[in-house]
Nanobody, 124 residues
Framework: QVQLVESGGGLVQAGGSLTLSCTAS????????MGWFRQAPGKEREFVAA????????DYRGSVKGRFTISRDNAKNTVYLQMNSLKPEDTAVYYC?????????????????WGQGTQVTVSS
């Protein structure tokens, strides 16, 4: 069982930045593919970004490309989501997810383990 704990959410003005962190309770973190998803009020959870276990490959949803960056530090068992130029439509609860298997990275079903989420609110 892997536990994931997100942190770094908060309230920020439009155009501002936040960095989310997700720390995993496993000594084999480097073998896990990691993803970030988000869920806005009244909407379904959606894919935001993903990084492979090697860290050499990343993917983003179109609306965050060029503004968000996913990275990982395997020595710290942590994956990050750097979010710049935030917009009110980025407001959501952000979740990190993990799985060892190489599934379809933008689908929730590809990830077995999920964090509790951290709230990001962007004011206009």
């Amino acid at each position: 069982q892997v536990q994931l704990v997100e942190s770094g959410g908060g309230l920020v003005q439009a155009g501002g930045s936040l960095t989310l962190s997700c720390t995993a309770s496993t000594r084999t973190f480097s073998t896990y593919n990691m993803g970030w998803f988000r869920q806005a009020p009244g909407k379904e959870r959606e894919f935001v970004a993903a990084t492979r276990w090697s860290g050499g490959s990343t993917d983003y949803r179109g609306s965050v490309k060029g503004r968000f960056t996913i990275s990982r530090d395997n020595a710290k068992n942590t994956v990050y989501l750097q979010m710049n130029s935030l917009k009110p439509e980025d407001t959501a609860v952000y979740y990190c997810a993990a799985d060892r298997n190489s599934g379809t990275y933008y689908l929730e079903g590809a990830y077995r383990y999920w964090g509790q989420g951290t709230q990001v609110t962007v004011s206009s």
